[in-house]
């Protein structure tokens, strides 16, 4: 007798015709291979945070690249082209002191106003960089440490609250004073000042991302694929980088954007207050500071346009009349 369920024997010809076992897909595998490359698609699907982020680097690579685009050097002094207005002053007023040779103006001194700018741009933005991704990583160390273990929650997050609680300025104005002298004498007086801003600012911003990345991660540690890792054995130092970094990478994007724009406001703060940079170095805050006293010494555009066109007085002064008769009240006709 024979075995029903022995197969017959096949020929090379029909093992050739055999389908061939099914697998995964070569472009899906690539695709799930790395998580961070979701999180790139989820930040490409929202069109603000895309531009947002090409805005800034935009401004980031016009800074960087000011030096080839506009070759002056803000430190020259143009005597004989003091206290000239920017171009655009022309379409209001046809007799201000403007030239193409300074498009955005010069000083006091005749430091042109644009290379100081693009100069000032490269300072201000090297320090809210490097101040921002300093306070990311310490906020997000901070906040997946006390939202992963337990043991160390409320001791980070208490220090943490102690931290955020105290002022912020009046901390950074003790910091500049106490450590300034020092770290100037030891890197000079551009990256010993440039040393201490990043470390200030820096030391005292990232309270906030790590409490938004603590609360993300006491989140995911109750979701279904973490819990599975950990019931494999998957120890810490695998967990946190592979299944929880990926996916509180949104908050930690929306904190730099934040702390990026805040270090740049510090930055120019306290060079604003004279405590920053050297007062021959350039910032978007000592440029603010040095434009206060000469935007008084300039009149307004409306009076600048009175003069420019003599009958808006005149205009001006024809309306009012018409709407105090207007607003008289209708009088009795005289019985005379």
């Not at 040095?290 to 008084?296: F, G, L, P, V, W």
């Amino acid at each position: 007798m024979t075995d029903a369920s022995a197969a017959p024997p096949m020929g090379p010809a029909a093992a050739d015709r055999m389908p061939a076992p099914a697998g995964p897909e070569p472009g899906l595998v690539a695709a799930g291979t790395s998580q961070w490359r979701d999180v790139w698609r989820q930040f490409r699907s929202h069109k603000g945070a895309v531009l947002g982020l090409a805005f800034l680097l935009l401004i980031t690579v016009l800074c960087a690249a000011g030096p080839w685009l506009w070759p002056v050097d803000p430190g020259d002094l143009d005597v004989r082209n003091k206290d000239v207005r920017p171009i655009y002053h022309a379409i209001w007023d046809a007799e201000a002191n403007t030239t193409w040779a300074h498009p955005l103006g010069s000083d006091q001194l005749g430091r042109d106003q644009l290379a100081s700018l693009i100069a000032g741009g490269q300072v201000s933005l090297a320090v809210g960089w490097t101040a921002m991704l300093l306070a990311l990583v310490l906020g997000t160390l901070v906040g997946v440490i006390a939202g992963y273990f337990r043991r160390l929650d409320g001791l980070l997050m208490r220090f943490t609250d102690l931290v955020l609680a105290l002022p912020l300025l009046p901390l950074l104005l003790v910091m500049m004073l106490l450590f300034r002298d020092s770290l100037r004498s030891v890197f000079g007086p551009e990256t010993g000042i440039f040393i201490l801003i990043v470390s200030a600012i820096g030391l005292t911003s990232w309270m906030h991302t790590a409490r938004i990345v603590r609360g993300d991660v006491l989140a995911l540690k109750e979701r279904e694929f973490v819990l599975a890792a950990k019931s494999i054995g998957t120890p810490a130092r695998r967990m946190i980088p592979r299944h929880i970094l990926p996916n509180v990478m949104s908050p930690i994007m929306v904190s730099a954007t934040l702390g990026l724009a805040s270090a740049i406001i510090t930055e120019s703060a306290l060079s604003f207050l004279g405590l920053g940079f050297p007062s021959d170095f350039p910032t978007w805050g000592k440029l603010l500071f040095d434009s206060t006293d000469r935007m008084a010494d300039f009149r307004t555009i409306r009076e600048r346009c009175t003069r420019m066109k003599p009958w808006a007085a005149s205009s001006a002064s024809s309306r009012a009349r018409v709407v105090r008769w207007r607003s008289v009240p209708n009088l009795p006709l005289s019985s005379t």
